[in-house]
C-alpha cells in the first residue's frame, strides 16, 4: 500500500444527498448485523436525499480487500477500522481528518478511547466500540457433565475433558489457524497478556519473554488435549456453540451476543454464564474498532454529515442499544432491559479495566509483518510440536530485523 495524495475535494455538499457506501464486517453478522444498519441508516430521516448502501466483507478478508481498493483510490465512503488495520492506513494518508466534524457539545461526550484514532496529533476517526474478552460457557453441557466453570487452567482443561468424555462434545473452542490471521493475533494475544507478559516493552520488543513462553505452553496444552475443536474457523466453532454443541469459550463480547440473540437452544438470560479470563494475570486483550471516512471516498462532505449526525446524543443511544454488549466511543449506555436480558454482559464490560489492544507499542506500522512471523512460530508449535520457547526465541530473532 502507498500513499494516495491529499484525496481530491469533498464532493457535493451533503444537503444534495448521494450514496454513501459503508464497509463493515459486521453486517454479515446475524441478528447483531441487522440491528446495527438500522443504527446506522436512521440519517436517512435526517437527510432523505441520502442512500446508504451496504459493503459487507467477511472478517478475515476484510483488511486484505480495503487495502486494495483504498490503494487504488478508490473504495467505500465510510469504514470500520480495526485498530490493528489504522496505523497502516494512517501512515499511507488514506483517512480524511475528522477533527473538525464534530460539535463542542458532541467532543464532550467522547471518552478516552477516541484517542487512540489519533496518528500525529490528528483525529482520523471515532471510536465505533471496544470489544472485550472473557470466558463463558453452556450452562448445560456443564451440568450434564458434572463440571463447574473453571478458575485457572489446569481447571479449564480438566472441564473441556469432562465435557467432550460425558457429553461427546468440544468442550472448548477458540481461533488457532492463521487462515484466520488478523483476528487470531487479537484474540491469542488474550494468553500472552493474562500471564503477565506482551509483545513489547519501553521500545523493546519482548516476544520470547518467559510470560509469553508460559501463555504459549499453555496454549499447546489446551490444543493438545482432546477436547478442542480443533480444525473449526470461528464462524464454524460458532456456530456450534450457537446449537449447544460446543462447552466452553474465550471469545469476544460481540461473538457471544451474536450466538445467544434470540437463540432458543442457548438463551441468553438462562443458558450462557461467564468469568474474567482463567489465567494467572488480570490483563485481556480487547479489539477497537473506529469509523473513518476514505480520504479519496467520492462523497466526503455527505460522509461527514453522517459522522456528525452519528455522534449526536439521539443517534449515539441507538448506537449503544445495537451494540450492547460492547463499550462505544460515548457515555450513551445501553438500556437496562438489555442487561436483564443479557446478564452475562457486564463480565465482559468490567474487563475494560485491564484489557489492552494487539497493536504492538512502538511498532505499531510494523505490527503486521511481526504478527505474522509470531503466528508462523506458533502454528509449528501446535502443528509439529515445536517447543514453545525456541518457537518464540525464532520470532523474536526474525521481528527484531524488521525494527
Known amino acids: 500500500m502507498t500513499a494516495c495524495g491529499s484525496g481530491g475535494g469533498e464532493g457535493k455538499p451533503a444537503a444534495e444527498g448521494g450514496q454513501l457506501v459503508f464497509a463493515n464486517f459486521q453486517w454479515l453478522e446475524p441478528n447483531r448485523g441487522e440491528q446495527l444498519w438500522k443504527s446506522v441508516t436512521g440519517y436517512q430521516q435526517a437527510n432523505p436525499k441520502v442512500t446508504m448502501k451496504q459493503q459487507a466483507i467477511t472478517r478475515k ?45 458532541d467532543k464532550g461526550r467522547l471518552n478516552h478511547s477516541n484517542k487512540a484514532a489519533e496518528y500525529k496529533g490528528e483525529q482520523l476517526a471515532y471510536a465505533w466500540e471496544i470489544v472485550n474478552y472473557a470466558l463463558f460457557w453452556n450452562k448445560g453441557l456443564l451440568d450434564e457433565a458434572g463440571v463447574k466453570p473453571p478458575a485457572d487452567l489446569p481447571g479449564l482443561v480438566a472441564a473441556a475433558k469432562a465435557i467432550k468424555d460425558k457429553t ?63 480444525g473449526d474457523d470461528a464462524s464454524t466453532f460458532r456456530s456450534k456453540f450457537k446449537e449447544g454443541k460446543i462447552g466452553m469459550m474465550i471469545d469476544n463480547s460481540s461473538a457471544l451476543f451474536t450466538m445467544v440473540s434470540g437463540n432458543q437452544v442457548v438463551p441468553s438470560a438462562s443458558g450462557v ?120 526465541k525464532r520470532a523474536q530473532q526474525e521481528a527484531e530485523k524488521l525494527a
Open 61 to 105: 478478508d476484510y483488511e486484505s480487500t480495503l487495502k486494495t481498493q483504498m490503494g487504488a483510490r478508490s473504495g467505500p465512503d465510510i469504514l470500520i477500522v480495526p485498530d490493528t488495520f489504522f496505523p497502516e492506513l494512517a501512515q499511507n494518508g488514506l483517512l480524511e481528518p475528522v477533527g473538525d466534524v464534530l460539535t463542542a457539545e
Open 168 to 230: 461427546g462434545n468440544p468442550g472448548f473452542a477458540v481461533r488457532h489457524q492463521i487462515n484466520e490471521e488478523v483476528p487470531w493475533w487479537i484474540d491469542f494475544s488474550n494468553w500472552p497478556y493474562g500471564f503477565g507478559g506482551g509483545w513489547s516493552r519501553a521500545g523493546k520488543l519482548t516476544i520470547d519473554s518467559p510470560e509469553n513462553v508460559a501463555a504459549v505452553t499453555a496454549y499447546k496444552e489446551m490444543y493438545a488435549s482432546g477436547a478442542m475443536s480443533v
Open 273 to 392: 454464564g461467564a468469568s474474567r479470563l482463567p489465567f494467572p494475570g488480570e490483563g485481556s486483550s480487547h479489539a477497537s474498532f473506529f469509523v473513518g471516512i476514505n480520504k479519496n471516498g467520492k462523497n466526503k462532505a455527505l460522509a461527514k454529515d453522517w459522522l456528525k449526525w452519528f455522534f449526536s446524543a439521539r443517534a449515539q443511544e441507538s448506537a449503544a442499544a445495537a451494540l450492547g454488549a460492547s463499550v462505544i466511543g460515548t457515555d450513551a449506555q445501553p438500556p437496562g432491559t438489555f442487561l436483564t436480558e443479557n446478564p452475562w454482559v457486564e463480565t465482559f464490560r468490567k474487563q475494560s479495566a485491564n484489557s489492552a489492544d494487539a497493536v504492538i507499542d512502538g511498532f505499531e506500522t510494523k505490527t503486521p509483518q511481526i504478527r505474522r512471523i509470531v503466528l508462523q512460530e506458533i502454528e509449528k508449535v501446535l502443528v509439529q510440536n515445536e517447543d514453545p520457547a525456541a518457537a518464540l
